[in-house]
C-alpha cells in the first residue's frame, strides 16, 4: 500500500532495534566530540537520547508513530534527565 506508515515488528523489548543505554554511551564517547548535538531521526525507545543526555549532550529525537512517542517520554521522565517535549 503506497504512502502508508507500516508499524515495525516487535520483539521482547517492544522496539524492532532497541540497544542498551549503556552501549549508546560507549559509542557516544568513542565517536562525540564536546558540544555536539545527538539527533536520532528513529528514536522508538529513546536509549541514544538519554544516552546523550546523561553524558551532556543536547538530543534532538524524531518518532512518527505516536504509541512509541508517548513510551519515549516515559523511558525519558527520569530525574537525571531534563526533558523539554
Same mark, same amino acid.
Given at each position: +500500500? #503506497?504512502? #502508508?506508515?507500516? $508499524? /515495525?515488528? $516487535? @520483539?521482547?523489548?517492544?522496539? %524492532?532495534?532497541? *540497544? /542498551?543505554? =549503556?552501549?549508546?554511551?560507549?559509542?557516544?564517547?568513542?565517536? !562525540? $566530540?564536546?558540544?555536539?548535538?545527538?539527533?536520532? %531521526?528513529?528514536? =522508538?525507545?529513546?536509549?541514544?537520547? @538519554?544516552?546523550? +543526555? $546523561? *553524558?551532556?549532550?543536547?538530543?534532538?529525537?524524531? =518518532?512518527?508513530? !505516536?504509541?512509541?512517542? #508517548?513510551? +519515549?517520554? %516515559?523511558?525519558? #521522565?527520569?530525574?537525571?534527565?531534563?526533558? %523539554?517535549?
Amino acid at each position: +500500500m #503506497s504512502g #502508508s506508515i507500516r $508499524r /515495525p515488528l $516487535r @520483539r521482547g523489548s517492544g522496539w %524492532q532495534a532497541e *540497544k /542498551p543505554v =549503556e552501549l549508546h554511551e560507549a559509542i557516544l564517547e568513542a565517536i !562525540k $566530540r564536546p558540544g555536539e548535538v545527538v539527533v536520532d %531521526q528513529f528514536a =522508538e525507545s529513546g536509549n541514544l537520547g @538519554r544516552a546523550a +543526555m $546523561r *553524558k551532556g549532550s543536547i538530543a534532538v529525537l524524531f =518518532e512518527i508513530l !505516536k504509541e512509541n512517542v #508517548s513510551r +519515549m517520554v %516515559q523511558n525519558l #521522565s527520569t530525574p537525571e534527565i531534563s526533558l %523539554q517535549v
